[in-house]
């Protein structure tokens, strides 16, 4: 289900737009400003149209996306997928060779063995036993000029840390075709912003505070030409043997994430590059993220339970945090 509103702004001659609707289990939004005479039901359908596009391409809760039919395919065997797949898989594995693998894409099969997956398998009451994995550039080749992928091993895709984040950028590449230079569009608190509001100042984007228990800001800060993304333990998670498990998945120990940290994020040119940096320092923990979010030059913010108090640490825009 989509939605649509419209605020009439006569003095400054613009229209406020809202667009919202469902994709990838969730809901996305846009707000832009455009001129009376803009066709607004066209561009909500476009708005729509481009994530709708993403999930059926990238989701592996859909058995009949690509990624889902990629999946399903023997190695060795080319694949074609759509221009967009190809992208994001080939940024997944850049991103992953950059953060020394700490983003990887192919932990589908982790993804639903502790529950987290399409399978809907229940949680595991023991541990499960962590496997000697290789890097997925090992593992998939993609050819973008061919808009094909062939896999050169078993493998099961996830695109869970990266999918949201480029859908975000569909989102705003369909207003910038549209010539329209002031805009927000998200999904699920993943973000990215064009300009500013209406009214001339900045996007302001809350900072939210990461518990499990209630919804709170524990900042604002204000946002243009830019993406945010933030990656934490505390909105999807399971419960195995009364302890709390994350639903990100640390490639390395081929297990759920166990650290101290209880988000990071991320502020990027893309939103799919904020959303993947954001897992990759979120898996690396915070001396070790700190470590590579400067070296990458990333403005990164870390939090970390301290007790029952949160500390935060930064890098680049948040170095002074």
């Not at 289900?1 to 809901?27: F, H, Q, V, Y």
């Not at 039919?69 to 060795?76: D, K, Q, S, Y």
């Not at 505070?209 to 919804?215: G, K, L, N, S």
């Not at 195995?240 to 990100?248: E, I, K, L, M, Y």
Request: with cysteine.
């Amino acid at each position: 289900m989509s939605k649509t509103s419209i605020e009439w702004l006569p003095e400054a001659g613009l229209n406020d737009c809202r667009a919202s609707g469902d994709t990838m289990g969730t809901r996305y939004s846009a707000r832009f400003t455009v001129p009376p005479h803009a066709d607004v039901k066209a561009i909500a359908a476009a708005l729509h149209a481009a994530v709708t596009a993403v999930d059926r391409q990238m989701s592996n809760w859909k058995p009949d996306s690509d990624l889902s039919r990629l999946n399903r395919a023997a190695p060795g065997d080319w694949v074609q997928v759509p221009a967009n797949l190809a992208t994001v898989l080939q940024r997944s594995i850049g991103i992953g060779r950059e953060t020394g693998h700490a983003f990887d894409i192919g932990v589908g099969d982790l993804v639903d063995a502790w529950g987290f997956g399409p399978s809907a398998a229940p949680p595991p009451r023991a541990p499960v036993a962590a496997q000697p994995r290789a890097p997925i550039e090992t593992l998939l080749e993609v050819d973008v000029a061919a808009g094909r992928v062939r896999k050169h091993g078993p493998v099961s895709l996830d695109l869970c840390g990266i999918a949201k984040g480029f859908g975000v950028d569909e989102l705003g590449r369909v207003l910038d075709a549209q010539g329209i230079g002031s805009w927000l569009v998200g999904i699920d608190g993943e973000l990215r912003a064009r300009g500013t509001k209406p009214d001339g100042s900045a996007w302001a984007i809350a900072l939210e505070a990461p518990e499990h228990d209630r919804r709170r800001a524990m900042a604002v800060i204000e946002l243009g030409d830019a993406a945010i993304a933030t990656s934490g333990d505390y909105r999807h998670w399971a419960e195995v043997d009364g302890a709390r498990v994350s639903h990100t998945m640390d490639p390395r120990s081929g297990t759920p994430l166990r650290n101290a940290l209880a988000s990071v994020t991320v502020i990027a040119a893309t939103c799919m590059d904020a959303d993947a940096y954001a897992t990759a320092l979120m898996v690396l923990g915070e001396d070790a993220g700190l470590s590579l979010a400067r070296r990458l030059g990333l403005d990164a913010l870390f939090v970390t339970r301290d007790g029952r108090a949160l500390r935060t640490a930064g890098a680049g825009f948040f170095a002074d945090t």
